[in-house]
């Protein structure tokens, strides 16, 4: 399982997204989520991929590149999914 987040690098949304990555690692040691910014090809091509459309975006990936869940941009107050929510996928 890959866990991905798509964000805009210098929105005023990255700070929360760094932040969430790092506190996902503190808990999960062994896990983290891979920061994709919208401004590279590599972000560009997984948004087209996975139809994103709102930011900024947590993906969970399968091996095989399908695509498990994907929470989109929301209110400020669940902008993010909850740690468990991410966790209920890679048991």
Not at 34 to 42: H, R, Y
Not at 60 to 86: H, M, R
């Amino acid at each position: 399982m890959r866990i991905a987040a798509l964000y805009h690098p210098k929105s005023e949304y990255e700070g929360r997204v760094i932040d969430y990555a790092r506190e996902y690692h503190a808990r999960h040691p062994g896990r983290s989520i891979e920061l994709v910014s919208l401004d590279t090809k590599q972000g560009a091509e997984m948004a087209r991929l996975y139809d994103v459309t709102r930011y900024p975006a947590v993906l969970v990936i399968a091996a095989d590149g399908a695509l498990q869940n994907l929470w989109q941009g929301g209110t400020s107050a669940d902008l993010l999914p909850q740690v468990s929510e991410i966790d209920a996928y890679l048991v």
